[in-house]
């Protein structure tokens, strides 16, 4: 992977909460990076502090230490949050959908809006755009103009993608977006977040699901107590894991694909 398409560079990012006796350190000296069109993993137990990493990159949480560049430009400088135009270039889709989708607005409605904001269009033309990006993501015209409580988690979830799209971004950042939904919508998420690849859309996948990770990522940066504690090709973590927190998390994967490793740790 050469510089040139190196987006995000990650350098020793720390996070802390509270203050005295009540402080959490979420994330610490966390260095990461994202290339166009890559596929990360952000992989740990709940607690591990993804959550919190993940919104830094996002542009919506100040860290209390470190840098975050995006094509080598600083992301945080001074007391702005993040600099103009960054954040329409990362783009965050939420585990629960319900949380980031109005409920008195349809999927067409929603997305349009967001079609509007971005492209700066007419409202014709934003619904037009709209409606596009809800077929590209598997979203029927009449399922559009339903609200978000008469969808699917499922279908709610690409509604979420499509209008995160809308800002044309070059990272999507996406925090266990298959938590809520059931085995089939996963497998249709994780269908579209491959087409996506496909297009050149780098996405960063959080999740404590490893199955999910393995599917979709090729590199993958596993946290433990807000550190990475071990990354690298995707396959050989999973293959070849290093440390004991990696080997117990891959055996905590029910059905086949945990098997070898629990295998591997009885023998250990
Ligand atoms: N806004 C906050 N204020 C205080 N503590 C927080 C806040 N957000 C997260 N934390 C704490 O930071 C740690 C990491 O949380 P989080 O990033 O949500 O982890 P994960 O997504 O891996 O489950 C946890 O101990 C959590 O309680
Ligand atoms: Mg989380």
């Not at 560049?69 to 992301?75: C, D, F, K, T």
């Not at 977040?193 to 999740?207: D, K, M, Y």
């Amino acid at each position: 992977m050469s510089k040139e398409n190196l987006l995000m560079d990650v350098n020793d990012l720390s996070v802390t909460f509270g203050a005295g006796a009540n402080t959490v350190e979420a994330v610490k000296n966390c260095s990461m990076t994202v290339h166009e069109g890559e596929p990360i993993g952000i992989v740990g137990e709940s607690g591990s502090g993804k959550s919190t990493l993940a919104r830094v990159l996002a542009g919506l949480q100040q860290p209390s230490a470190g840098k975050v560049l995006y094509r080598g430009e600083n992301v945080f400088t001074g007391n702005k949050s993040y600099k103009n135009g960054f954040r329409n270039q990362v783009q965050m889709v939420f585990q629960d959908p319900y949380g980031s989708l109005n409920p008195q607005l349809t999927g067409l409605s929603a997305v349009s809006e967001a079609v509007r904001i971005h492209k700066k269009v007419g409202s014709d033309e934003a619904e037009a755009i709209a409606l596009e990006l809800l077929q590209q993501m598997g979203i029927s015209r009449l399922d559009a103009l339903k609200k978000p409580r008469q969808l699917s988690g499922g279908q709610r979830q690409r509604v979420s993608v499509a209008r995160a799209l809308s800002a044309s971004p070059s990272v999507l950042l996406a925090d266990e977006p298959t938590s809520a939904i059931d085995q089939s919508a996963q497998a249709q998420l994780l269908k579209l977040f491959q087409g996506l690849l496909g297009e050149g859309l780098a996405i960063v996948l959080v999740s404590h699901d490893l199955g999910v990770i393995r599917f979709l990522t090729k590199r993958v940066y596993v946290m433990k107590e807000g550190l990475f504690i071990e990354s690298g090709d995707t396959e050989t973590v999973f293959n070849d894991p290093q440390e004991e927190y990696t080997k117990l998390l891959l055996a905590s994967i029910p059905g086949e694909l945990g098997k070898a490793a629990r295998a591997k740790l009885k023998k250990s």
